[in-house]
């Protein structure tokens, strides 16, 4: 949505390397806002987008193995943001009704 768009673009630019939690809707808009400014970003700075996009993926695949189960906004089953994944986590909701 725009408004993932705009939190995340927020976001990316205070700390790219600070990827929302997996499985939410911000977490695949924080995806196509790095890659975005990676295109955007000079030859020189790209590695650096590079490194970090490489580095945000081996974190998101790391916890899907760990919790297959959880939230997946991709798939229907997830919240838009973190504070909404936690909140629905900690009453012990998997996903939205």
Not at 44 to 52: M, T
Not at 61 to 77: C, D, I, L, M, V
Request: glycine share 8%.
């Amino acid at each position: 949505s725009e408004a993932a768009i705009e939190r995340m673009t927020r976001r990316a630019t205070e700390d790219m390397g600070r990827m929302p939690m997996p499985g939410t809707e911000d977490c695949e808009a924080f995806k196509v806002v790095l890659r975005q400014m990676r295109g955007q970003a000079s030859r020189h700075d790209q590695a650096a987008f590079d490194d970090v996009i490489a580095s945000n993926s081996a974190r998101e695949a790391e916890y899907w193995r760990s919790f297959p189960h959880n939230p997946n906004w991709a798939k229907g089953t997830g919240y838009a943001t973190e504070e909404e994944t936690m909140a629905a986590m900690s009453r012990g909701k998997r996903g939205p009704s």
